[in-house]
């Protein structure tokens, strides 16, 4: 039987109702909180702290994260990360009820929020591919399936709620959120158990995470699949930055048409994310994640030339499609062809490039309408993710990844099997073979395999399961 007509295993239902509940409740909170923190002050400093400290878990922590989650049990990992979460957003809440909530206290929750996110992440998406076998097309399609359940929670009946529940009182939005929490940690810890990775001799703790960083800069293939979120993330901050006084300024449109242009690029994400495994059949994972990136660039080239809300509102479609396409085939590429013992580390560092990069887009969006007009920041962003569409074409190509994905099908008794080596987390050590540091040998054909592979429903990006909460 091919991996085409296998079907996803019943666990992978109990992770997608967790997944959609605590994306609901993200959407919920991603509405709320700026304005529950609105209701504290109107200092845009201070707004921007509390939103700052949800991201420093990751530049600070990203990379040590990971290889803690590479020597931990990940399914108990992700529960008690959850539970504990839900634990956590009780003390706001409280403090809501009883008017002695403040900026400081919001701050230092999203700060732990963030951490329990970077440990629910990494190892949601170290898991997944352990309960799928590393199968690519079962991989591909837990992603896209993941990814539209996200969109559509998060984006669609999240923010609504969001405000609906903050008009009955400040501490509601956050009581649902923790339950979110709780009920994804219930649903997780069902999950079945999965093999823990080989037990490698245990290094230092700095010297692991090191190893894992150098395992993605080393490799061409897995380094292309993280600088495109990493050079994404700069080129969207960008527009986000200043997409809402463009929508006012050059399009004519207030806030419910606003809300409107989001909505048409959650919706495009939604189509993206259904056909992803469609275009990795038909182009080759490596060529559709080109055009993808393509897409996303010259979808903002439009965006930034649109002169009303309806051409402007298409083009955050097509962007949206491009990108929710793109979260499907990257992260589920990545899944099958790391090491389970590297899992955690390749995934946190990717993460951790994206994360960093995202508040110099805000900066560079913010400089470059200053110092020019609103358009500016579209027109570089449109550059910037060309260009970069450009550069990784060849570092994601489909030969790449036909190698890498032969390479993490080999026996596991083949000695040049990508989990076998003397020292498996050694940043010389390339598990393709095309990797430089690694003598080039010729494998045979696996025509069953090639066929697997272009039949698939396409790779992933560093999404996975780690969707699951808090993304």
């Given amino acids: 039987m091919t991996s085409n007509a296998r079907k996803l295993p019943t666990g992978f239902g109990r992770l997608w109702t967790a997944q959609t509940i605590s994306s609901l409740g993200d959407g919920v909170s991603h509405a709320a909180l700026p304005l529950l923190a609105l209701t504290l002050t109107r200092d845009p400093m201070a707004l921007a702290v509390v939103t700052a400290a949800g991201t420093l878990p990751w530049l600070l922590f990203g990379v040590l994260g990971g290889a803690l989650v590479d020597r931990w049990d990940r399914r108990r990992t992700m529960w008690v990360t959850d539970a504990a979460r839900a634990a956590l957003l009780a003390i706001p809440a409280a403090a809501a009820a009883l008017d002695v909530l403040s900026i400081p206290l919001l701050a230092a929750v999203a700060f732990l929020l963030g951490l329990g996110g970077l440990f629910f992440d990494t190892a949601a998406t170290a898991y997944l591919p352990d309960l799928l076998g590393r ?10 399936r993941l990814r539209g359940a996200q969109t559509a929670a998060s984006g669609f009946a999240g923010p609504p709620a969001g405000s609906a529940l903050l008009a009955l009182g400040r501490a509601f939005p956050l009581l649902a959120d923790a339950v979110s929490f709780a009920l994804s940690a219930l649903l997780v810890r069902s999950l079945p158990a999965t093999p823990r990775p080989v037990p490698q001799a245990r290094e230092p703790l700095l010297r692991q995470a090191r190893a894992g960083a150098s395992y993605v800069f080393r490799d061409q293939l897995l380094l292309g699949l993280a600088l495109r979120p990493a050079v994404g993330n700069i080129a969207f901050l960008a527009v986000e930055t200043v997409l809402a006084l463009f929508a006012h300024d050059r399009l004519g449109i207030g806030t419910f048409g606003f809300g409107l242009l989001l909505t048409a690029e959650a919706t495009g994400g939604l189509l993206g994310a259904a056909i ?9 994972i490596g060529t559709a994640l080109t055009c993808t990136a393509a897409v996303e660039g010259l979808a903002v080239l439009g965006l930034a030339t649109a002169s009303n809300p309806y051409v402007a509102g298409l083009a955050l479609a097509v962007c949206g499609a491009g990108m929710g396409a793109t979260m499907v085939l990257g992260p589920s590429l990545r899944q099958a062809i790391v090491p389970a013992h590297l899992m955690g580390r390749v995934a946190s560092t990717s993460r951790m490039l994206a994360m960093c ?10 400089w470059l309408a200053t110092a020019h007009d609103v358009r500016t920041p579209l027109y570089a962003a449109a550059g910037l993710l060309l260009t970069m569409t450009a550069v990784t074409s060849t570092m994601t190509s ?10 993490a099908a080999a026996p596991a008794d083949d000695p040049d099997h990508p989990g076998r080596s003397d020292r498996p987390d050694h940043p010389g050590r390339s598990d393709r073979p095309d990797h430089p540091g690694r003598s080039d040998h010729p494998e045979p054909q696996d025509p069953v395999r090639r066929s697997a592979v272009q039949g698939s429903e396409g790779p992933l990006t560093g999404a996975g399961p780690g969707a699951a909460k808090k993304r």
């Avoid at 489909?398 to 390479?407: G, H, K």
């Fill in 357 to 366: 990069a995202a508040p110099f887009g805000a900066f560079l969006g913010g």
């Fill in 135 to 144: 199968d690519p097309a079962l991989l591909e399609r837990a992603n896209s």
């Fill in 398 to 407: 489909n030969r790449r990844v036909e190698a890498a994905l032969r390479a």
């Fill in 276 to 284: 992803a495994s469609f275009l990795g059949r038909r182009l080759g």
